[in-house]
């Protein structure tokens, strides 16, 4: 198995993106990476997509197919990868393993969804299609629903608060303000989401236990990156190499109702482990992390689920100030899910990509982690049943 | 223009007594006060410069409900709508959102338009439920009668608040109505109609002194939300 | 009667809903199938408010339960408010339309508080 390096990585602003088709963000991001790596006229040997629902929200298939032909990326091998919200992450594992492997030297990996060509409710129900047809979708069951039940036993096990809650969707929110490619662009205060008796209808519950400012926004957007085999990076890139220095994927039983203990989130604590023992490195080593908070509540478990934190610890890091940007380990520097937003299929490929900036030291002194070497990247699928965990690594020059 | 007020008493729809609405302050979710308060034809110029950029806007139906706000605001200043009402969510003097409504009979009420010009802070929300509050506790009527033009409103109005559905045609465009009575406000009002009274004197002298509206550009890039490559 | 059929491990007991080739716990291949029995005891449960295209309620309450013999099943429970609900609660079980595709009940489980 070879070394895989991130030489190039590209993105768009994340949002409402009404001009754009799904193509247009995926050549636009694509783009981006390739001249990012600076890559030129060069072509590259394959090209995987991470995307889940244009079948259903733009009744369009083989994309990576169009994908490859608008780059002018032909005869390269394409091909999409569809995980639910794990696509991106999915879509860089197999571009990882192509390299790896030694059968293709320079792959191309992009991330995209379009979710705001339909109206909320009907992209509440293409979220939904994750769950079981027969035994969860029926009754209307949402992603959201799905989480505000695992909060309630989180709250009943652990001692989650919603002050907790709260604390992580306003730093989330905050970072987001400052990152150019974020969706939510607004500050939000205590008082006005929880302590004001006006935010009944500013912050009403949306999933009880879970309020409106616990979710992520519904977005359009994409995220793309170049890999190639690490001894290979000097040659084709002036960027400083990120190597891909571990990766784990681990999946969980389709249905919540299935699992042992409901809040126990096996997927994420397996997928972190096979990263740790790939990268030889513990969570302890990690200087900045991105994690999958499709709801806040899950940004505190997967922190506790990675090994950040003991079970029961992650709230209370939150409200000591230990995941903030200065803090011990800043979790969600770049607004994570909750403010750069999550068009499905581009989320795993765009915490990769916020992380390679991380590690690269690019990123403005307010969003900068000082001195990052090593960052993790939590993309969480379906609620919590294929959960793939990347560790990157600067790699000094 | 000169108005020649012999003709104008004819041209005029004759008014019932309105009680006015007492102004509040409700803290957003961005920890700012957004004072709402009721306007005077004296404002309606300045109202519309922040709904005209919302006329080229195909975005979420804001052209249909922005030109018909515009429209309602010039009919309302020249005395051409009967009993019509103009409330506005202003926010550091900046228009945030204009509702208005008017009363069909002293006691049945006609909701007109909800244009949030801010977005992402439900504005929308709060101004919309300050509108059914000074239907039904100001103006003392017994219902409200409100159609939707955009599937948001849809969903905020006809199911958050559990309107009836009436056979009944709106005047705007003569879509069945949905009703809000009295039972179902009353009903709704604690988990959707907020605010505080009196309005501290400094914000509300703010809000009046400072009527301003955002520019052109900055209200069209908030609302269509408009991103670069 | 409450149309669900549960799968329960002919070697190590473990009781599956929905169906699986093999048990979650053992990879045995054989089941007997079995019905809910008795009432249900409440695990967890949500309030949803934003609720997906096919749905016109201002909410739902959907929860899990696990009845008398160890089924375990999701259901739409009827309550007025998540706030009169708790968790390990008793509820009956029904067998209910829980919504309508073009017209057409689709026929699911519900819950209520005893």
């Not at chain 1, 084709?236 to 571990?246: D, I, W």
């Not at chain 1, 800043?330 to 765009?350: C, D, E, Y």
Request: overall charge neutral; aromatic content about 8%; some cysteine.
């Amino acid at each position: 198995m070879r070394d895989v390096a991130v030489i190039g990585v590209g993105m768009i602003p994340f949002g409402r993106r009404d001009q754009d088709t799904l193509m247009d963000m995926l050549a636009y991001a694509s783009m981006k990476a390739l001249d990012d790596a600076g890559l030129g006229d060069k072509g590259v040997d394959a090209l995987y997509v991470g995307n889940m629902g244009a079948g259903i929200l733009q009744h369009q298939s083989s994309i990576a197919s169009a994908l490859v032909d608008r780059l002018s990326l032909l005869p390269a091998a394409a091909e999409a990868i569809e995980n639910g919200p794990a696509s991106g992450g999915s879509a860089v594992k197999n571009g990882v393993l192509a390299v790896a492997s030694g059968y293709y030297d320079v792959v191309l990996v992009a991330g995209g969804e379009k979710m705001r060509e339909v109206t909320g409710w009907r992209a509440t129900d293409f979220v939904a299609t994750m769950t079981h047809p027969e035994v969860e979708y029926p009754y209307g069951i949402t992603l959201p629903g799905m989480a505000g039940m695992f909060t309630r036993l989180y709250m009943e096990k652990y001692g989650l608060t919603r002050e907790m809650l709260v604390e992580v969707a306003i730093k989330n929110q905050k970072m987001g303000a400052l990152n150019p490619y974020a969706h939510v662009e607004m500050m939000i205060t205590k008082e006005g989401i929880y302590e004001s008796p006006h935010s009944v209808v500013n912050n009403p519950p949306a999933a009880d236990p879970l309020h409106l400012y616990d979710a992520c926004p519904v977005s359009d957007g994409a995220a793309a990156l170049v890999l190639c085999p690490l001894e290979m990076a000097a040659k084709l890139t002036k960027n400083v190499p990120v190597l891909v220095a571990g990766f784990g994927q681990a999946t969980d039983t389709h249905t919540l109702q299935e699992r042992d203990d409901p809040t126990d989130l096996k997927a994420v604590t397996l997928a972190a482990q096979q990263a740790f023992e790939r990268a030889k490195l513990k969570p302890e080593d990690i200087h900045v992390a991105e994690l999958h908070d499709a709801f806040t509540v899950l940004e505190i478990a997967e922190s506790e689920h990675v090994g950040f934190f003991k079970k029961g610890e992650g709230g209370k890091a939150v409200l000591a100030g230990k995941t903030r940007l200065g803090g011990k380990l800043p979790i969600n520097v770049s607004g994570g899910l909750k403010a750069r937003g999550h068009p499905v299929g581009a989320t795993g490929v765009a915490q990769v990509v916020d992380i390679v900036w991380q590690l690269r030291h690019e990123l403005p002194e307010d969003r900068q982690v000082k001195n990052a070497q090593n960052g993790l990247t939590v993309n969480f699928g379906g609620f919590g049943n294929n959960v793939v965990c990347f560790i990157l690594r600067r790699v000094e020059q | 223009m000169a108005v020649d007020m012999e003709l104008e008493s004819v041209l005029r729809p004759p008014e019932f007594p309105q009680a006015p609405y007492p102004p509040k302050v409700i803290t957003l979710a961005n920890g700012k006060r957004m004072v709402v308060r009721e306007v005077t034809r004296a404002d309606v110029p300045q109202l519309l410069k922040s709904v005209h950029p919302t006329l080229f806007i195909d975005r979420d139906y804001y052209n249909v409900v922005g030109a018909r706000v515009y429209a309602e605001l010039i009919a309302w200043q020249y005395y051409r709508v009967q009993n019509e009402y103009v409330l506005v969510g202003q926010v550091d003097g900046l228009v945030a959102g204009i509702v208005n409504g008017r009363l069909y009979s002293p006691k049945v009420g006609m909701s007109l338009h909800t244009l949030a010009i801010d977005r992402g802070l439900r504005i929308g929300a709060h101004l919309f439920a300050a509108k059914m509050e000074h239907h039904i506790e100001y103006l003392n009527q017994d219902e409200v009668l409100i159609v939707a033009e955009s599937p948001i409103g849809f969903r905020r109005w006809m199911i958050e608040y559990g309107l009836e559905p009436t056979t009944i045609p709106h005047e705007l465009g003569g879509a069945p109505s949905y009703k809000l009575t009295r039972e179902l406000y009353f009903k709704s009002k604690s988990r959707l109609v907020v605010g505080d009274r009196p309005v501290p004197q400094d914000l509300m002298d703010v809000a009046q002194q400072d009527l301003t509206v955002a520019t052109e550009k900055a209200i069209r890039e908030k609302i269509a939300g408009l991103k670069g490559r | 009667m409450i149309n669900i059929t549960a799968y329960k491990c002919k070697k190590c007991g473990r009781i599956h809903y929905p169906r699986h080739e093999r048990c979650l716990s053992c990879k045995h291949r054989e089941f007997e199938e079995i019905k809910p029995e008795g009432n249900a005891k409440l695990l967890t449960f949500t309030q949803i408010f934003n609720l997906p295209w096919g749905f016109d309620e201002r909410f739902l309450i959907i929860g899990v339960a696990q009845f008398e013999n160890g089924v375990k099943a999701m259901g739409q429970i009827k309550a007025e408010d998540a706030a009169d609900l708790h968790t390990g609660m008793p509820l009956t079980a029904s067998w209910e339309p829980v919504r309508y595709v073009q017209g057409e009940p689709v026929y699911g489980l519900k819950f209520a508080p005893m």
